[in-house]
């Protein structure tokens, strides 16, 4: 037979839905307790200074009457008893207010019968002080016989007695309320220490019998939910949970199941994410590194550059300003030789200039993609020849030797015949400049017929340079300190301006080398086919 299972939503619904009305419920009752006390206290207060205030009246009335007679006995016109007829008026509007706010909580006939006995107090209290004025101006007057009527009628039964009777039953009636609100409060407190057990019992066994229902329906199932989510946090993920397959949990624990079968999952996808991360991570982190580097260096050329460029513009900008002032100085005239050497100086110092600005045009141009070259169908090998040529003689001054061999007579790239023969010039002015005397130059020209390429390779035999000061040579106005310490003259613009050239004919440049061994340039070009 098929057992009927009651769900745990359903048991935990039931019991709490009866703890809520039980709590609903007890509340109300709390509060209405709490209110009706609230209500005997105020009452109870309330008579209670209502009571003080009718006893402090009559003894200020007794005080009112003793100091009417001393008037007799001692000064006419002493005012002493008057203070104790304000002090009994006080007493008076206090009970007034007292039983004003009474009738704010009791709205019955009780509460107007004390008004109107009040009132009565009022007017035999007024009548009293009223008395003393008349019997304290009768006495200055000198009429001590109608003083003494009058201070009759205020001891008669009529005035003194039926006040003192009527304060004292108002007093008897605020002693009656009392006891009656300190009964009512008790009774309600006796009541409350009752129900409170009562309202104990009634929330915690519910809650009792909650716990119960859902021990019993959760200890096994918990225990295997528990087991499962050990397994998992211990990395186990292949762990599969076991529930019957009656109830909520059984759901849960298919929820359990697939939840592992996931993580499992994610776990072998994350594995393998982090692996290919680290990897890009690796590899970006050595290129920042590599641009980072790049970035400091040409930082610090940029900071130089306006420097350099003043310093080179200035020696020649001296040199024309000093012929310039020479020639013009003195009042002899100069013959037309003096003038004629004069300019020709002067010439020659505004060709350097204009080179170092074409040069420096020429890169800005080259770096922002508008340089300006006139490309034509070049044989290179002739050209190459040809620069080989022209500098036999600057290589002889010092005793070098330069040898060009080539693999392919007939090599043609598309090409600026002039800005190529300036590359050709400033790599064999380098390889000459920082050479030792005596040693020997190699150029050579290579044909790569795998890529279309010819390389051009110069190599020397000189001081060489560190693979730092090759990555940096390319730099506008950089110079090696070795360069600075074997040649003084150079602005170090020519490997940048050569690199320009060369990648503005969609080639590259390279240089390398080894301290004091010597160092080699290459240029690589795309063959025009």
């Not at 590599?290 to 130089?304: I, P, W, Y």
């Not at 001081?463 to 730099?475: D, S």
Request: charged residues 25%; hydrophobic residues 40%.
């Amino acid at each position: 037979m098929k057992r009927h299972y009651i769900r745990f939503k359903d048991k935990f619904h039931f019991v709490a839905g009866g703890l809520l009305v039980i709590v609903i419920v007890l509340s109300a009752l709390f509060y209405v307790s709490a209110e009706r006390f609230h209500y005997h206290l105020e009452r109870n207060k309330l008579a209670r200074n209502v009571l003080v205030s009718y006893l402090s009246a009559s003894t200020y009335a007794y005080r009112t009457l003793g100091g009417i007679e001393d008037l007799f006995n001692g000064n006419p016109g002493d005012q002493a008893w008057t203070q104790s007829g304000e002090q009994l008026r006080f007493a008076l509007s206090e009970i007034r207010q007292g039983i004003a706010t009474e009738l704010t909580y009791v709205r019955d006939e009780d509460e107007r019968e004390e008004l109107e006995l009040l009132a009565e107090v009022e007017r035999l209290s007024e009548r009293l002080i009223r008395g003393g004025t008349l019997i304290q101006g009768a006495i200055l007057l000198g009429d001590q016989v109608w003083a003494r009527k009058e201070l009759a009628i205020l001891h008669s039964d009529a005035v003194r007695g039926r006040l003192n009777s009527l304060i004292n039953e108002a007093s008897e009636e605020e002693r009656q309320e009392l006891g009656e609100t300190e009964t009512e409060a008790d009774l309600l407190v006796g009541t409350i220490r009752i129900l409170l057990p009562v309202v104990i019992l009634l929330i915690v066994m519910p809650g009792l019998l909650l716990i119960v229902l859902i021990s019993r329906s959760l200890r096994t199932s918990l225990a295997a939910l528990d087991k499962a989510a050990k397994a998992y946090g211990t990395g186990h993920l292949e762990y599969r949970t076991e529930l019957a397959a009656a109830g909520e949990f059984a759901r849960l624990g298919d929820a359990f199941n697939q939840m592992a079968e996931e993580l499992q999952a994610r776990r072998e996808a994350d594995r393998k994410s982090q692996q290919s991360l680290e990897a890009q991570v690796q590899a970006r982190t050595e290129e920042l590194e590599e641009v980072n580097s790049k970035l400091e260096a040409f930082d610090r050329s940029r900071r130089l550059l306006l420097a350099d460029i003043s310093h080179e513009l200035r020696t020649p900008l001296t040199v024309i300003q000093g012929e310039s002032e020479m020639a013009l100085r003195g009042n002899v005239p100069k013959s037309p030789k003096e003038y004629r050497e004069a300019l020709s100086r002067v010439h020659e110092q505004v060709l350097h200039t204009a080179r170092l600005v074409d040069d420096l045009l020429f890169m800005a141009r080259s770096e922002e993609g508008h340089a300006r070259i006139e490309k034509c169908a070049l044989e290179l090998t002739g050209l190459l020849r040809v620069v080989c040529q022209e500098f036999d003689s600057v290589a002889s001054i010092k005793s070098l030797e330069i040898i060009d061999t080539y693999t392919d007579e007939e090599a043609v790239v598309l090409g600026d015949v002039g800005r190529l023969r300036q590359v050709f010039m400033i790599l064999l002015d380098n390889a000459i400049r920082y050479s030792h005397s005596g040693g020997k130059i190699f150029v050579a020209q290579v044909i790569s017929a795998d890529n279309g390429t010819v390389e051009l390779i110069f190599r020397d035999q000189g001081i060489g340079l560190t693979e730092e000061e090759a990555q940096q040579a390319f730099y506008r106005f950089y110079r090696g300190d070795s360069a600075e310490h074997h040649a003084h003259q150079g602005a170090g613009l020519g490997l940048p301006v050569a690199k320009a050239i060369v990648e503005a004919h969609d080639g590259s440049i390279r240089l390398s080398g080894t301290p004091d061994k010597g160092a080699e340039a290459v240029v690589r070009l795309p063959l025009w086919i």
